[in-house]
């Protein structure tokens, strides 16, 4: 374990539904992220949030949005999701940005979200 | 911009034995770190290995070691007395100024 949790492990959604996802650390890291990982495609950063601040939004659909209510807890709100939405979504967790130390990542075990 | 290619899809590797995971990146910069993440089957994907470019000495860490070519933009992962346990999808990720891009990933697969 990598003091990351995320639930649910797995989910089943129409393209008319809203769903959450849920990440939490127990890591006292400032920096949390959402990652994409579809088959056959590199990992794909979709949102970076320093001290509860988004940073770093790629280009993300407006379908998927975040929230980081606080340094423990990362959110991702779906709605009217796509087919090709489905993927594993990761999270993962860092010690604080600019820290000069790398950006090592912890990672939950991810969420298997299935679109239909 | 920066890329991370691992031309590799997948490696198999006799335990015991060892192997080799290749990896090249493109940047312009000269300050920025590398690192080798493990996802086993259904599991967390793990830090293997990182390495800071301004690091002349290739990191190790136990069974594992990299060979950071700085110039020529390599950083290999070599896999020592290869185990079962080290089966996994392998990432490699080049990080710099909040950034961070991996590899497609390397399937490594150990036969008894």
């Known amino acids: 374990e990598t003091g990351v949790t995320q639930t649910p492990r797995h989910l089943v959604m129409g393209m008319t539904n809203k769903k959450s996802l849920k990440c939490e650390q127990h890591?006292?890291?400032?920096?949390m992220y959402w990652y994409k990982q579809s088959a056959k495609k590199p990992l794909e950063l979709m949102f970076v949030y320093n001290f509860k601040e988004q940073t770093e939004n790629n280009s993300v659909p407006s379908r998927f949005s975040p929230e980081c209510p606080n340094s423990s807890h990362l959110f991702l709100h779906l709605h009217t999701l796509q087919p090709e939405d489905s993927a594993l979504y990761l999270c993962?967790?860092?010690?604080?940005?600019?820290?000069?130390?790398?950006?090592?990542?912890?990672f939950g075990p991810g969420t298997r979200l299935l679109v239909l | 911009a920066q890329t991370v290619t691992q031309s590799q899809p997948e490696m198999s590797v006799q335990e015991a034995e060892t192997v080799t995971l290749s990896c090249t990146y493109d940047t312009s910069e000269s300050d920025y770190y590398l690192f080798w993440y493990k996802q086993p089957p259904s599991r967390q994907m793990i830090l293997v290995i990182r390495?800071?470019?301004?690091?002349?000495q290739n990191a190790t860490e136990n069974r594992f070691s990299v060979n950071f070519q700085k110039a020529a933009k390599s950083f290999s992962l070599k896999i020592s007395d290869s185990q079962l346990g080290d089966a996994a999808m392998y990432f490699c990720a080049y990080y710099r100024d909040d950034k961070i891009i991996f590899g497609k990933g390397t399937r490594l697969h150990i036969l008894p």
């Open positions: 390495q800071e470019a301004y690091k002349q």
């Open positions: 993962a967790s860092s010690p604080k940005r600019g820290s000069g130390i790398g950006e090592t990542q912890y």
């Open positions: 890591l006292g890291h400032n920096a």
